[in-house]
């Protein structure tokens, strides 16, 4: 039975690891500041110990002196250090198939470059960022009516295929592959997951609410409203309305963003900011 640590700040992850009847969750290092209800029900309910540190540095010492055959990292948003790189065997989940899509927010852009697949893999951590070897990745159908939250949890649930992998990899009955080449993307900026009405294509007004539908919602600015929007389409405008492109209207008790005399945005699930 393996001994493994888990480094991260969602509960999936370490539940999927303590049902694998071949790992074993010694205990838990979050990040302080991240660390969520959920991590913390699960440390309580399954009785693994919990440790929380303010910098990455502060993971060496709590691995030093333990008997642990490799730790498994995702949603960690701070570098681990090349001294615990060298200490410590340490895999990350990603949630793309790399080596494309590597950096810190790689479902938004695949969602942007309008993919029909989404991927999530499982490579080695090394001191360079998503660029160890990778042992293992799989893949989603991205369907039109699945957001960025769908997304996330179908490819989160691919993870114990990943975990078997893993085992193979370390039986040596399993080849990693390379993870030089592929494509990075810098991190989303606020003007990124905003709707504009003037320069945004049809589909990457479509694509920035999906894309923002585990959080707040893109942001879509009417006259002297603002909109945050996880969910819209597109339908006809109605006969008889002449308004300028961005001005809100409502028909049949939906709201509706005028964009032309053929085509409008109807808001599907949105709040607007008061």
Same mark, same amino acid.
């Given at each position: 039975?393996?001994?493994?640590?888990?480094?991260?700040?969602?509960?999936?992850?370490?539940?999927?690891?303590?049902? =694998?009847?071949?790992?074993?969750?010694?205990? #838990?290092?979050?990040?302080?500041?991240?660390?969520?209800?959920?991590?913390?029900?699960?440390?309580?309910?399954?009785?693994?110990?919990?440790?929380?540190?303010?910098?990455?540095?502060?993971?060496?010492?709590?691995?030093?002196?333990?008997?642990?055959?490799?730790?498994?990292?995702?949603?960690?948003?701070?570098?681990?250090?090349?001294?615990?790189?060298?200490?410590? =065997?340490?895999?990350?989940?990603?949630?793309?198939?790399?080596?494309?899509?590597?950096?810190?927010?790689?479902?938004?852009?695949? #969602?942007?470059?309008?993919?029909?697949?989404?991927?999530?893999?499982?490579?080695?951590?090394?001191?360079?960022? =998503?660029?160890?070897?990778?042992?293992?990745?799989?893949?989603?159908?991205?369907?039109?009516?699945?957001?960025?939250?769908?997304?996330?949890?179908?490819?989160?649930?691919?993870?114990?295929?990943?975990?078997?992998?893993?085992?193979?990899?370390?039986?040596?009955?399993?080849?990693?592959?390379?993870?030089?080449?592929?494509?990075?993307?810098?991190?989303?900026?606020?003007?990124?997951?905003? #709707?504009?009405?003037?320069?945004?294509?049809?589909?990457?007004?479509?694509?920035?609410?999906?894309?923002?539908?585990?959080?707040?919602?893109?942001?879509?600015?009417?006259?002297?409203?603002?909109?945050?929007?996880?969910?819209?389409? !597109?339908?006809?405008?109605?006969?008889?309305?002449?308004?300028?492109?961005?001005?809100?209207?409502?028909?049949?008790?939906?709201?509706?963003?005028?964009?032309?005399?053929?085509?409008?945005?109807?808001?599907?699930? !949105?709040?607007?900011?008061?």
């Amino acid at each position: 039975m393996y001994k493994v640590v888990y480094i991260g700040n969602i509960m999936d992850v370490p539940e999927f690891i303590s049902h =694998d009847k071949d790992l074993k969750l010694e205990f #838990i290092i979050a990040e302080e500041e991240k660390l969520s209800e959920d991590l913390l029900t699960f440390s309580i309910v399954r009785n693994v110990p919990l440790h929380t540190v303010k910098k990455s540095r502060e993971i060496s010492a709590l691995l030093k002196g333990k008997k642990i055959d490799f730790c498994i990292m995702c949603s960690f948003g701070q570098k681990i250090t090349p001294d615990t790189i060298k200490e410590t =065997d340490i895999y990350n989940l990603h949630w793309s198939s790399l080596p494309e899509y590597k950096g810190r927010h790689p479902i938004y852009w695949a #969602i942007m470059q309008n993919e029909k697949k989404l991927g999530i893999s499982l490579h080695r951590v090394a001191a360079e960022i =998503d660029l160890g070897e990778i042992i293992s990745k799989k893949e989603i159908e991205y369907y039109l009516w699945l957001n960025e939250k769908d997304a996330f949890e179908l490819l989160t649930a691919k993870v114990p295929e990943l975990l078997q992998d893993l085992k193979l990899f370390l039986q040596g009955k399993k080849k990693p592959e390379k993870n030089s080449a592929g494509s990075y993307y810098r991190p989303v900026s606020e003007a990124e997951t905003t #709707i504009s009405l003037e320069k945004d294509t049809l589909s990457d007004i479509f694509n920035k609410a999906r894309s923002q539908a585990r959080y707040k919602g893109a942001k879509l600015v009417s006259g002297k409203k603002t909109f945050f929007v996880k969910k819209l389409k !597109f339908g006809k405008t109605p006969a008889g309305k002449n308004l300028s492109k961005g001005e809100e209207f409502t028909e049949k008790g939906a709201t509706w963003i005028f964009l032309n005399r053929a085509i409008s945005i109807k808001l599907v699930d !949105f709040t607007e900011e008061q």
